[in-house]
């Protein structure tokens, strides 16, 4: 159903070219639910959109249920994914008309190709039903949650019943309930008999699929479950090794391969010195700014949104040196408690003492605040898109020594300090947050599901980090997130 | 799809009402624009429907000899169909000698209507052999009785006639029936037409008869003036057709002008206000902007969703088609009700509207459309595409300018083509818009490179230029398109002052009447310096004369006023005027003084040689000049006199002029038209002291000129016509040529034939040029002219024949402040003496209720007003869409620790930023558009004025107004922030609220 062949695409950009994808090879048939993983700027996102017919391969051959989509002209392309695709989207909230209810909004795609109105109608209700949603079909997007949101853009992505289903990190902003729900839906699809394609880089998402590739560098590296996981040949016999394997064979630039015992046996050169074992992250010796310990304390907060009690009589304290995970399912309240704590809301009911003083009103009090003590890294990242990671970095720190060039290296983007963030990935900008949240020496640090758009690694290299600004530096770190990487760096866990 | 799309419309009114509320402004405007069109067509139309004489709106009707009752009858249906409510059949014969008088007969239906009684009464009954009773309505009194012979004329009172239309002159009693007609010609009206007509007494005497009748123009309207001359040619085309022997006379030519008037006017004011409708393209774009990351995100939704582009197309089209059909459709509403509601009760205000609604609709939908398609393609349109759509935009627009410049340059003479203004702002705004970000995100890297760092403010607009730079174009445009309006109302009203100064120089000018008197000879000097008021009075020559330089001989004005006056409005310095008044062409009072007991005048005479008829030019004290017949002299001693008149007793002798005796003068004139030289009388002609009562006038320094020479006592002369020779005191010009200054041309012949020689029919005199003028008063454009002060003229051609070169106008300058009251005096007193009077505050009202231009500067004084709100909404517009777009980054910002205060502050300075670029762009625009401003005025008042109009910007102004916008634009932007971020609480988006 999906066969790509050699596909090279290379984005033109101000700062140079820089090549998405390098002579990717992917087969998927029908019936199979094809998990694609890779780090952040891998590559993932471009083959979805040119599996879609929404960007042209710069190189090689794309073929999408019987047609070579990066050839079409743009009408049939268009013509092509109306008829036989179907797209889910990163976010939810961005997939919905807002304006529609749920059952408008799951039939709209029906109408538009236009299917009498009974019959869309009636197809939304099915699969509402199918998805849980049928309760809630006349809410409109904003009033249900994150979970049922996107649940329900996989139902109008698939109300027309398509034969490939491309699903673009689907699960990334859901809790593990909720990602359940979306991985079973789209199995489900699978078992109808459609090819899907989820790019993802959530375990459980690789977990659900038949089959799982990786992507580095823009080609597929390895095949298989992360356990028995195989690499790929290339074309020309590339390969691409691990690099914890070449690390640990003491391999640098250069290795020597040979045939040993029916296999190749890859080894260091002779003579050659052995590289300094790649640094870790959190090693690499992050600016140590003067933290002035800060202790953030909970006394009976209760917070509710209309009938919707989230926080009932919570009471707690985060202590310095301390990271600490705020875990739980969607809804249970763990945005709402960073919120809290960094004066972006106000409690219904009972007190947030920041070094035992409770928090100041008035906007421009809290903002203070904020700049002097406490550090936030949001879930809903909307970085002014027109600033350069450093400048980013450094906007909120003025007139306080901070070297934003040493933070962004700390989260692995020490080559992209000079990007601005609309031109950066997701992950990307994810990273350029939590270096900017750590980079003032601030006592307090809030950071929502840091890890939601990294890959493993990048996951892990920001959970040793945080871990390492608060046992190093002394800093109070609370983190939501639902990354059992994260989850297992923190000193301790409070389960909402 | 429309269910999506009335969602989406219903859910964010705040999007899209900003299009719909320009949208609404520019078609309020163009309605209202179109509406200022008519009413001021229209006007233009009944100014010139309503003004001149009364028969210039006449039908008139006319044929040779008789006519039966059909004629009768069909002539006066044909002036009925045409609209004439009272049609007046008149008869006029031809002047006739009946006895010792010379009488003109004519008749009038309903004669008691058309003439004013002096005495008597109208006549009565039909006029018949037996009796006709007739009035006196032109010359003297008969002299004697009236025959009878064949028609008994019974004058029954004397009276005249009101109107000159059915006669083709207005006959008054006592008065000569027409200036150079036979003074005791007697004009004698009847009131039956056919009766007179029908006289066997008459039956030989050459008569016309017409039909006439006054149409009422003034009570039609611009639009009806079309519809009226073609019913008028029609009409009077078939009448000719059936009719034949009728000449026909017939105001069509004036409602064509009417018309043509009117047709213009909603064009050239609509071309007026498109600058100003221009500047709202920037609005347009900026509130389009609101709509377009909503519309975006739709759009990129229904692509996931599998739309296909016609559908994704409907959708925009469907958004912004609403949008903009709302806002004409309410923009027409609105100006519909504001046109109705500021036209004057009575002044055919519906019929207007209606006119300004249909005359709108065009325009209408045009820019309907062209904003539905910019808006579209704003809300659509990707940022490379919306690229490329600018630099076409910029190309098609610089294209059509340059085509357009290079077609017919704007001149100072010629009128500027429409679309050059809008144009230009338009290429302007989109110059900017281009240039601007590539100049701020120079200057953002230059300051990076040094290691500085600009503020976020300067960063953002110069990364994210878009509304920024837009709003910043419109402003540049709004402030432009104020300076453009400034500069052409300055020119319009600099152009009035110099029209009003160039056709009367002074604040007023009395001409000859009817009697030809002038008002020099009605009132005297003196008596018009008295008028309330009235500062100095200036006499002033004016003469078409020829001049000879060389081989050169051309045709050209003479204009002699006072030296000081002529310094004034020629705008030449003091010094160089000053040199028209040499000394020695202050004209001396030379000549011999006639006492006031003096009752004859007698000479001592003897010609020795042909005699010689010697005659007297003096002049009165008033400074009337007369000639006086003293007799022949001859061989033989002997003294010649002449009575003196009363007149001219107290004035002064001035020159004596010798002529052929009248026998000897007709034969050589005989003698020169059969083809032979006649012979001149010739010899020696000795002159004694005048005698006047007892005392002697001597002629101590007299000289003989012309075709004769010597002293008094013994002058050789060899006459040939009459007054060919004079003998008077010196005169400066016997010394110097008059001093003048001409225009180029004539002084470039001058100093090529090293002289000048000006031929006024009764002296030669040679004249010398001091300077060229550019220009003259009241002598018409591209007419040869020579300017000089009148008493050298005067004192000139006096020396060569007294009298001959009396000033027959006069100039009044007022005192400081006092125009209105010399104008005021001026008037009432040349309508008692029944002189013309022109006053310059009279020319320049109307000059200033030139409809058209009045409204064209109130087309501009609206575009000015378009600009004010252009500057505020465009700026406070650009504010609210950074915050709108920028909403999440400065959530962002502030989650981060920077103050509210702070981001206010920087959204305040990159407002501040933006309205500076704006403002300093908007008055290169200005500096650019003002030198059109001459030939914009040009155009709108669709005649070449006298001087050529001289563009001028008030940079003072310019300057309050720029400076008045950038504050507005400042203020509007600080506004729309100034409440932002205000809440106790950051607002938070609300799926990130539900959000676990």
């Known amino acids: 159903m999906i066969e790509c062949r050699e596909l090279f695409k290379v984005h033109r950009t101000a700062e140079g070219d820089a090549a998405a994808l390098q002579g990717l090879s992917l087969e998927a048939p029908a019936g199979e639910m094809l998990a694609v993983l890779g780090p952040s700027g891998s590559g993932k996102s471009t083959l979805l959109r040119i599996l879609a017919g929404l960007e042209r391969p710069s190189a090689g051959r794309a073929e999408v249920a019987g047609a070579d989509i990066g050839r079409l002209r743009t009408g049939r392309a268009a013509r092509h994914r109306r008829a036989l695709i179907g797209l889910v989207g990163q976010s939810a909230h961005r997939a919905l008309p807002p304006t529609l209810t749920l059952a408008e909004a799951v039939a709209l795609p029906l109408g538009l190709r236009r299917v009498p109105r009974a019959e869309a109608h009636a197809r939304a209700g099915e699969l509402l039903e199918r998805t849980g949603l049928l309760g809630v079909r006349d809410a409109h997007p904003d009033e249900i949650s994150g979970g049922e949101r996107q649940r329900a853009a996989v139902c109008a992505a698939v109300a027309h019943r398509p034969r490939v289903v491309l699903a673009d990190e689907p699960t ?219 400048e980013l970095v450094a906007l909120p720190h003025q007139g306080r ?60 290299r920001i959970a040793e980090l945080l871990a390492h600004v608060a046992y190093e530096l002394g800093a109070s770190v609370v983190c939501a997130t639902h990354d059992p990487i994260v989850a297992a760096a923190a000193h301790r866990t409070w389960a909402l | 799809m429309l269910l999506l799309v009335r969602r989406r419309l219903a859910a964010a009114p705040g999007r899209w009402l900003g299009v719909t509320g320009v949208v609404g402004g520019v078609t309020a405007a163009l309605v209202a624009l179109s509406a200022a069109g008519v009413v001021a067509g229209d006007r233009s139309a009944r100014a010139v429907l309503g003004r001149g004489p009364v028969e210039s709106r006449a039908v008139v009707l006319s044929r040779n000899g008789g006519a039966t009752g059909r004629v009768d009858r069909m002539a006066r249906d044909a002036l009925r169909v045409v609209g004439a409510t009272r049609v007046a059949r008149s008869v006029l014969f031809q002047p006739a000698r009946f006895g010792h008088t010379v009488l003109r007969l004519a008749a009038l239906d309903g004669a008691g209507a058309t003439v004013r009684l002096r005495t008597g009464r109208v006549p009565r009954g039909r006029c018949a052999p037996r009796r006709c009773e007739v009035i006196r309505v032109g010359g003297p009194a008969p002299r004697g009785p009236l025959p009878r012979a064949g028609l008994r004329l019974v004058v029954v009172g004397t009276g005249d006639v009101r109107s000159p239309v059915p006669f083709g002159f207005r006959p008054r009693s006592g008065h000569p029936v027409a200036a150079g007609g036979a003074h005791d010609q007697v004009v004698l009206l009847s009131g039956d037409p056919a009766g007179l007509e029908g006289s066997v007494a008459l ?126 459709g309410a923009g027409a509403l609105a100006g519909a009700l504001a046109a109705r509601f500021a036209l004057a009760p009575g002044s055919a205000a519906g019929a207007a509207t209606a006119r300004a609604l249909a005359g709108a609709l065009a325009p209408v939908a045009l820019a309907g459309f062209a904003a539905w398609a910019l808006v579209a393609l704003a809300v659509s349109a990707r940022p490379r595409l919306l690229r490329a759509l600018v630099l076409l935009a910029l190309a098609a627009a610089g294209a059509a300018l340059t085509s357009l410049l290079v077609a017919s340059p704007p001149s100072e003479a010629a009128a500027l083509p429409a679309p050059i203004v809008p144009l230009a702002v338009l290429t302007a705004g989109l110059v900017l818009a281009m240039i601007l970000p590539a100049v701020l995100r120079t200057l953002s890297r230059t300051r990076s490179g040094s290691g500085g760092r600009w503020p976020p403010a300067v960063i953002e607009l110069a990364r994210n230029p878009a509304p920024g730079v837009l709003a910043a174009a419109t402003l540049a445009a709004a402030t432009g398109i104020a300076g453009y309006g400034l500069a052409y109302h300055a020119t319009l009203v600099r152009g009035h002052a110099d029209e009003a100064r160039q056709r009367v120089p002074l604040a007023a000018t009395l001409t000859p009447g009817a ?281 000139a051609v006096d020396a060569a024949r007294p009298g001959a070169a009396a000033p027959r106008e006069l100039g009044l300058a007022a005192r400081p402040g006092r125009e209105r009251v010399l104008e005021a005096a001026a008037v009432r007193a040349a309508d008692d003496d029944g002189l013309g009077v022109q006053t310059r505050l009279g020319v320049l009202h109307r000059l200033r209720s030139e409809p058209v231009a009045r409204e064209a500067a109130g087309a501009l004084t609206v575009a000015l007003m378009l600009a004010a709100v252009a500057a505020g909404l465009g700026a406070g517009l650009a504010a609210r869409q950074a915050l709108r777009t920028g909403r999440r980054a400065l959530l962002d910002l502030e989650i981060q620790g920077v103050a509210p205060g702070t981001l206010r502050g920087t959204l305040a300075r990159r407002g501040t930023l933006v309205a500076l670029l704006g403002v300093a762009g908007g008055v290169a625009l200005a500096a650019a558009l003002a030198p059109l401003a001459a030939s914009g005025v040009r155009a709108a008042v669709a005649r070449a004025p006298d001087p050529p109009l001289t563009a001028l910007m008030p940079w003072g102004r310019e300057a309050l107004v720029a400076l008045a916008l950038l504050l507005l634009a400042i203020l509007a932007g600080a506004l729309a922030v100034a409440g932002a971020l205000r809440e106790p609480r950051p607002l938070l988006p609300r799926d990130a609220e539900t959000a676990g």
């Open chain 1, 172 to 390: 990334g902003e859901l809790d593990a309930h909720a990602s359940r729900e979306v991985l079973a839906l789209l199995a489900s699809l699978a078992g109808d008999g459609a090819c899907v394609l989820l790019v993802t880089h959530d375990p459980a998402g690789a977990e659900a699929a038949d089959r799982v590739v990786r992507i580095r560098d823009g080609r597929i590296a390895q095949e298989g479950q992360e356990h028995d996981a195989m690499l790929v040949v290339g074309r020309g016999g590339w390969l691409q090794i691990p690099e914890r394997l070449l690390a640990a064979a003491g391999i640098g630039r250069h290795a020597r391969a040979r045939s040993a015992g029916g296999g190749i046996l890859l080894e260091a050169p002779v003579g050659a010195t052995a590289p300094a074992p790649r640094a870790r992250l959190a090693a690499q010796a992050p600016p140590r700014p003067t933290v002035g310990p800060v202790t953030a304390e909970l006394r009976a907060v209760s917070k509710a949104y209309g009938s919707r009690r989230v926080l009932q009589d919570l009471s707690g304290s985060f202590p310095p040196g301390r990271l600490t995970a705020l875990t739980g399912r969607s809804g249970s309240g763990k945005t709402t408690l960073l919120r809290l704590l960094a004066g972006l809301e106000a409690p219904d009911a009972g007190g947030i003492l920041i070094d035992g003083e409770p928090l100041p009103t008035g906007r421009a009090a809290l903002a203070m605040l904020r700049a002097a003590e406490i550090g936030v890294v949001p879930q809903e990242l909307d970085l002014p898109p027109f600033l350069t990671a450093r």
């Open chain 1, 401 to 460: 020594a901070v070297d934003p060039e040493a933070w962004l290296a700390a989260v692995g983007l020490g080559q992209r300090a000079g990007q601005r963030a609309a031109r950066l990935s997701p992950g990307e900008r994810q990273r350029v947050a939590i270096a900017r949240a750590l980079a003032g020496g601030r006592g307090l640090v809030l950071v929502d599901e840091p890890t939601s758009h990294l890959d493993e690694e990048n996951a892990r």
């Open chain 2, 203 to 328: 039956a030989s005497v050459a008569h016309v008869q017409s039909w006439s009748a006054v149409l009422r123009l003034g009570r039609l309207h611009g639009w009806q003036a079309a519809g009226a001359a073609r019913r008028l040619i029609r009409v009077l085309g078939r009448f000719g057709r059936a009719q034949a022997g009728f000449t026909a006379t017939s105001p069509a030519g004036r409602l064509r002008l009417a018309a043509a008037r009117y047709e213009a006017a909603p064009g050239r004011l609509l071309a007026a206000g498109a600058a100003g409708i221009a500047v709202l393209t920037g609005l347009l774009l900026l509130a389009a902007g609101g709509m377009r990351p909503g519309v975006r995100a739709e759009d990129a939704r229904l692509l996931r969703a599998g739309a296909s582009g016609g559908q994704r197309a409907l959708l925009i089209a469907l958004e912004t088609g609403t949008a903009v059909a709302l806002g004409a």
């Open chain 2, 515 to 795: 009697t030809l008197d002038s008002a020099v000879a009605r009132r005297g000097l003196s008596g018009w310096s008295r008028l309330p008021g009235a500062a100095a009075v200036a006499p002033i020559l004016r003469d078409d004369v020829f001049a000879s330089a060389g081989p050169t001989r051309t045709s050209l004005s003479l204009l002699a006023a006072p030296a000081h006056v002529i310094a004034a409005v020629t705008g030449r310095r003091a010094a160089t005027a000053g040199a028209l008044l040499p000394a020695a062409f202050a004209r001396a009072r030379a000549g011999v003084t006639l006492p006031d007991h003096a009752a004859r005048v007698r000479i001592p005479a003897r010609a020795r040689g042909d005699r010689v008829t010697v005659a007297l030019f003096a002049r009165s004290r008033a400074g009337a000049v007369e000639r006086l017949s003293l007799g022949v002299a001859r061989p033989r001693p002997a003294i010649l006199s002449a009575k003196l008149p009363p007149g001219l007793r107290g004035g002064r002798a001035e020159a004596l002029s010798l002529s052929p005796e009248t026998g000897q003068l007709l034969t050589s004139a005989h003698q020169t038209a059969e083809g032979g030289g006649g012979a001149p009388a010739s010899g020696t002609l000795s002159l004694g002291p005048l005698l006047l009562g007892g005392r002697r006038g001597r002629l101590a320094g007299w000289s003989a000129h012309g075709e004769a020479h010597g002293p008094p006592g013994a002058i050789r002369y060899a006459l040939t016509g009459e007054d060919a020779a004079i003998a008077r005191p010196p005169a400066p010009i016997d010394r110097h040529p008059l001093p003048v200054l001409a225009d180029a041309a004539t002084a470039a012949d001058a100093r090529l034939a090293d002289g000048l020689q000006l031929d006024l029919g009764d002296a030669e005199i040679p004249v010398r040029v001091l300077g060229v003028a550019r220009r003259a008063p009241t002598i018409a454009p591209g007419r040869r002219f020579v300017l000089a002060d009148v008493s050298a003229v005067t004192g």
